[in-house]
Nanobody
């Protein structure tokens, strides 16, 4: 089966930057859609960004212009570059990949933005 592992989270001050990585391993034939989502306690999991295999991107309006989603197909790895981080960006960030007929999730990585 496919496994997704996120990394790169941590504590950063407002205005700082982080780059999250999501490494996929296992039986991977084709990733149709990569995605980043985030969730805070008591709230629904929200879209951060998605990237199709054709290169189309979609961003949540609250991160547009600050975050960039990208991929390295050779490494089966997806990235989320986060700039100008704000306290409201604090959440657990989850990697997602749509592979064949199934959707897979990583375990999440904590991002905390605080002064």
């Amino acid at each position: 089966q496919v496994q997704l592992v996120e990394s790169g989270g941590g504590l950063v001050q407002p205005g700082g930057s982080l780059r999250l990585s999501c490494a996929a391993s296992g039986s991977i034939s084709r990733v149709y859609v990569w995605g980043w989502y985030r969730q805070v306690p008591g709230k629904q999991r929200d879209l951060v960004a998605t990237l199709t295999n054709g290169g189309a991107t979609d961003y949540g309006g609250y991160v547009k212009g600050r975050f960039t989603i990208s991929r390295d197909n050779a490494k089966n790895t997806m990235y989320l570059q986060m700039n100008d981080l704000k306290p409201e960006d604090t959440a657990v960030y989850y990697c997602n990949a749509l592979i064949d007929l199934r959707s897979y999730w990583g375990q999440g990585t904590q991002v905390t933005v605080s002064s």
